[in-house]
């Protein structure tokens, strides 16, 4: 080769190394505080809780538009191996706090990040989730807000209340039995279920891709309604669930607001754009103050009773007065 071609060959490689450093090693660095959100899936429900979140932080003077934080947003879409990949990530990025929802995020990251703080929503309370320690306490990291069962009483009773029929009635459900709060909430269902003489069929889930096949199982039971527990596989899942039941002329019937929005006739629960909102007042405070003093986890504020106009028609159900149409 010759000299001069030699020389150029090297100038061309040497500019090559020096734009391959800025790139992977130079981070543009705005000092701006950087908001993560950890999200395990899409779904319309669950996606009203990050709208709520980011509106109470913009509402507070923060947003990506108005130029006063970053956001990074990842979704694992459903994927376990993505979500642990996508935590590792946020924790090498340390941001200024990270959102979790709904609640596989919350215990991924509070599992392997412990000096980041961890807001949560659509999340079970942290016990629930087996995540306090041995003296019953919560991870030091962990903020926004949680739920408990107490409100699985109320929603469930809502089923004899409506269909209001002079039989015994049996009711199915199917649960994601990895997920701790749907096992929780099933040992809830059974002795609510025994107390108030309803028959319980109940079987086990542990993807949305299975739950096609498992509703339609239940349904060759003669259920007389199915009631959608709260977890992962029910939200991933439920235009499937739906559509089956419908087909078999079966109402479903929940403790989730955002469920009732997408076919279920009624329900008594937490309004995830509520539950989003009151997360980002949190996160909002800590952007604000830059401490997380006076901060601590605490319980969704806002629950109210929600039917389907259109689906309670569909069914023949009466709905009484003080439940909210969607």
Same mark, same amino acid.
Request: glycine share 4%.
């Given at each position: ?16 190394l020096l ?19 950890? !999200?395990?899936?899409e779904?319309?429900t ?19 538009q108005?130029k ?9 879409q459903?994927?376990?191996i ?10 090498a ?21 412990? !000096? ?10 942290? !016990? ?28 469930? +009773? ?35 279920a ?12 542990n ?53 009732? +929005? ?8 937490? !309004? ?38 259109t ?16």
């Amino acid at each position: 080769m010759p000299p001069q071609n030699c020389k150029q060959n090297t100038m061309k490689f040497f500019c090559f190394l020096l734009l391959t450093f800025a790139l992977f090693s130079c981070k543009p660095k705005n000092n701006l505080p950087t908001v993560a959100f950890v !999200d395990a899936f899409e779904d319309a429900t669950i996606g009203k809780a990050k709208l709520g979140f980011f509106d109470a932080l913009k509402k507070a003077g923060f947003s990506e538009q108005q130029k006063t934080i970053n956001v990074l947003y990842r979704n694992a879409q459903g994927s376990d191996i993505t979500l642990n990949q996508i935590i590792q990530y946020c924790k090498a990025q340390q941001p200024t706090l990270i959102a979790t929802c709904p609640t596989t995020p919350t215990i991924a990251a509070l599992q392997n990040i412990k !000096d980041i703080p961890v807001f949560m929503m659509v999340a079970p309370k942290p !016990d629930l989730m087996k995540l306090n320690n041995s003296n019953g306490n919560a991870p030091a990291n962990l903020y926004g807000v949680g739920e408990d069962l107490a409100y699985i009483d109320t929603s469930f +009773a809502l089923i004899p209340k409506l269909l209001n029929k002079n039989k015994r009635l049996k009711v199915g459900m199917i649960y994601n039995q990895s997920e701790p709060q749907s096992v929780d909430a099933l040992n809830r269902i059974k002795i609510i279920a025994t107390a108030m003489n309803i028959e319980l069929e109940a079987l086990p889930v542990n993807a949305s891709a299975d739950a096609q096949l498992v509703t339609q199982t239940l349904l060759s039971k003669n259920i007389d309604a199915f009631f959608a527990n709260p977890d992962n596989v029910v939200f991933a899942s439920f235009e499937v669930i739906i559509k089956k039941c419908n087909d078999a002329k079966v109402p479903v019937f929940t403790s989730e607001s955002g469920l009732v +929005a997408r076919g279920a006739v009624a329900a008594y629960g937490a !309004d995830m754009y509520a539950w989003g909102y009151q997360a980002g007042e949190q996160a909002a405070q800590l952007l604000q103050t830059k401490s997380t003093t006076n901060l601590h986890w605490e319980m969704v504020k806002l629950r109210k009773k929600v039917y389907n106009e259109t689906v309670a028609k569909q069914f023949g159900i009466a709905i009484p007065e003080g439940f909210e149409k969607m």
